[in-house]
């Protein structure tokens, strides 16, 4: 994409072209670069140059036979090696060029297609999140001494020696992300050029030019979040008289903590074998350990189907020696054929490992992830955590008609005048399964709860998550091992794939849907069913009425309409003032 300072325009041989993008920005990946012939950057405006381009504009041109003196032909077919995938892609190219009937009459055909495709990899982190949000989240606000002690999330992780960790201005690391995509690009395009000289003051050019654009993305993913961080430090051996100031100090322990005692608690229990924490010099966590080992497993897809149609036609005259004329009328299609193309499936679990440590702090590229391994990971204890469909379906409709020109007052400069036209049309269908059912296995928890609440249920009445495991006995028809293979130095890379197709067709049947309805109580589950907009119906006939996770168009999607009209008057002169050159510019539009 080209957008100069966000704010820019793109055209192509002057015409404002449509495109595929749910803004004005301009996919130039859908072009080949074989039928550019040169890209003028106006980076500051003038009255001749369309409507919108408040940040600059782009104009790409393309190549002409009459650019050419004589008959061009080239050819190429190459083949393309990719390291990250290990894989050959194919190119070809083929442009054909000639002037005929004394050179008055010119066609231009050429023909491209290539394919590639790459292996992204990839380690981050989410986000960084100040360790005092933590305890400030909890709602805890302990006195000067106790603040000093306790920068982590104090409601349910160990506090930290003063001298492990500052407690102001220091930031932790939220998660620890291993990601690997597979991209293929796959590009076709079809471009054609006639241009006929009547005389050598008239010459028309007709053009037309079809793209077809298509990528596939495909990604899996295994990342570990962290959310608390402990210690080793032993409180109850080393300063239990703090230790318990610090319990007096948090009102109504029991009412918001699911805990019998304070020694149920993490705080009370040491970590044998946590490292300390590092902060660096920039008040960074660049070793912290974290109470538990959670997994979160993803697989992602993402399909972007684009076509593109360019047709116009020019008039070049040269009315006398002062005055010039251009007209132009162009038509240009733009579609990005989404119905919900982008999928993403997470599972999440929580081991039994105590802890693990996330570690920057041994020069290495990315983090190491200490004392994790995917061993104690159960498939059967997976949890879905998120199932999304959606995507946008574009589709762009541009109508143009440019009458420019052009009056030579030699020494004066050149006064520039005309009128332009521009009729653009942009549809954007949003598409994704009913917001209730996106985390149909999770669902809307927060909302459930309070239902309960409503009815006066006692907490056991919370909604129930169902695992993986308790849904069928072969869990192999759609999630299994794999491996990353990224090659960093992070402790373990292994991950649980996922056959998506058939991972939705199992968790979108009757017999797991009414599995989520039986582990729940009916009433509280028809109650939350009718607030979400399901009346009298159970979770089966809630769950159909949606449309499952299948995509649907929402009222979120819009159509825009514009229509430009103007006229404009522009006066270039240039003079040099002693020996230095002036070149100067005044405009009117309208």
Do not use: C
Not at 248 to 264: F, L, M, R
Not at 331 to 357: C, F, P, V
Not at 389 to 401: C, F, P, R, Y
Not at 411 to 434: C, M, P, V, W
Request: aromatic letters at 12%; glycine letters at 6%; charged letters at 25%.
């Amino acid at each position: 994409y080209v957008s100069p300072r966000k704010r820019a325009e793109t055209r192509r041989d002057g015409r404002v072209v449509a495109s595929d993008t749910p803004s004005r920005s301009f996919s130039f990946d859908t072009l080949a670069p074989e039928i550019i012939r040169a890209v003028d950057v106006y980076k500051t405006q003038n009255a001749t140059l369309t409507e919108g381009a408040i940040g600059g504009l782009v104009d790409i041109r393309t190549a002409k036979p009459f650019d050419f003196k004589d008959r061009r032909i080239v050819g190429t077919v190459k083949a393309q090696y990719n390291d990250s995938s290990e894989e050959w892609g194919p190119w070809a190219s083929f442009v054909f060029s000639d002037r005929f009937n004394d050179g008055n009459t010119g066609l231009l055909f050429s023909l491209n297609y290539n394919k590639s495709t790459e292996t992204v990899n990839s380690v981050n982190n989410f986000q960084w999140v100040p360790a005092s949000q933590d305890r400030s989240d909890a709602g805890v606000v302990p006195d000067a001494t106790e603040l000093s002690r306790f920068p982590g999330p104090v409601w349910y992780a160990r506090p930290v020696k003063p001298t492990q960790v500052r407690e102001t201005d220091t930031f932790r690391p939220q998660s620890l992300n291993r990601r690997s995509d597979e991209v293929e690009r796959e590009r076709g395009t079809l471009n054609a050029v006639f241009q006929h000289a009547f005389s050598d003051d008239l010459t028309i050019t007709a053009d037309a030019l079809y793209s077809e654009f298509d990528v596939t993305q495909n990604g899996t993913s295994a990342g570990n979040w962290f959310w608390r961080p402990v210690t080793n430090y032993d409180f109850e051996r080393e300063d239990p008289e703090l230790l318990q100031r610090y319990y007096d100090s948090i009102p109504g322990w029991v009412a918001w903590v699911p805990y019998e005692t304070p020694e149920d608690h993490a705080l009370y229990h040491a970590y044998p074998g946590v490292p300390a924490h590092v902060v660096d010099e920039n008040g960074t966590l660049v070793t912290m350990a974290h109470g538990g080992n959670g997994l979160a497993s993803e697989t992602f897809r993402d399909i972007r189907d684009t076509d593109m149609t360019v047709l116009g036609f020019n008039v070049d005259w040269q009315i006398n020696d002062k005055l010039f004329f251009n007209g132009d009328v162009f038509y240009s299609s733009a579609n990005d054929n989404d119905k919900g193309n982008q999928r993403i499936i997470t599972l999440e679990t929580e081991t039994e490992t105590d802890w693990i440590a996330y570690d920057h702090s041994q020069g290495t590229p990315v983090p190491i992830l200490q004392n994790f391994t995917s061993e104690n990971v159960v498939p059967e204890d997976f949890l879905i955590a998120q199932v999304q469909q959606q995507g946008q379906d574009i589709s762009a409709e541009n109508i143009g008609l440019k009458l420019d020109f052009a009056w030579d007052f030699d020494r004066a400069g050149t006064l520039r005048f005309g009128a332009q036209f521009a009729s653009n049309e942009k549809e954007n269908q949003i598409y994704e399964e009913d917001s209730v059912f996106q985390n149909v296995y999770k669902l809307n928890t927060r909302g459930f709860n309070t239902v309960r609440a409503a009815l006066g249920l006692p907490n056991s009445e919370n909604f129930q998550r169902i695992t993986l495991g308790s849904t069928t006995d072969d869990l192999s028809q759609f999630i299994y091992p794999g491996s990353l293979g990224l090659g960093l130095p992070v402790d373990d890379t292994t991950i649980f794939l996922v056959d998506p197709q058939a991972f939705l067709d199992h968790i979108s049947s009757e017999e797991v849907i009414r599995m989520i309805e039986a582990a729940n109580n009916p009433d509280v589950m028809r109650a939350w069913l009718d607030q979400q907009g399901f009346e009298g119906m159970d979770l089966w006939e809630a769950f159909n009425a949606a449309g499952g996770f299948n995509p649907l168009k929402t009222p979120d999607s819009y159509a825009i309409e514009e229509e430009t009209a103007a006229i404009y008057l522009n006066h270039e002169f240039d003079f040099n003032l002693g020996s230095v050159p002036v070149f100067g510019m005044v405009g009117l539009r309208y």
